[in-house]
């Protein structure tokens, strides 16, 4: 079982910055798929980032341009640097891993970041 531990978020006025971490319970990251997640009230959850065992980035079109995630296997941590925070992006942030090409999936609990207007 992997647990996963989300912080970082909090409050922050429209154009504001945050930096969301996780940090995972087992030395093993490397071989997972690491992503972060949001739901906002009302809404599904959506993938916003995810940097896969090679390093490979995706991103969620609201979102390019203003976050980066990051990974630092080392440490067994990942990172979501959020820059240019808009309203919309107001939402509770999960990370989460995955075993590639196989179904185990691992969820935090998630960390709430709310973006003022």
């Known amino acids: 079982q992997v647990q996963l531990v989300e912080s970082g978020g909090g409050l922050v006025q429209a154009g504001g910055s945050l930096r969301l971490s996780c940090a995972a319970s087992i030395n093993t990251i490397n071989i997972y798929t690491m992503g972060w997640y949001r739901q906002a009230p009302g809404k599904q959850r959506e993938s916003v980032a995810d940097?896969?065992?090679?390093?490979?980035?995706t991103y969620a079109d609201s979102v390019k341009g203003r976050f980066a995630i990051s990974r630092d296997n080392a440490k067994n941590t990942v990172s979501l640097q959020m820059n240019s925070l808009k309203p919309e992006d107001t939402a509770i942030y999960y990370c989460?891993?995955?075993?590639?090409?196989?179904?185990?999936?691992?969820w935090g609990r998630g960390t709430q970041v709310t973006v003022s207007s």
């Open positions: 989460n891993a995955k075993l590639p090409f196989t179904p185990t999936n691992y």
């Open positions: 940097i896969s065992t090679g390093g490979i980035t």
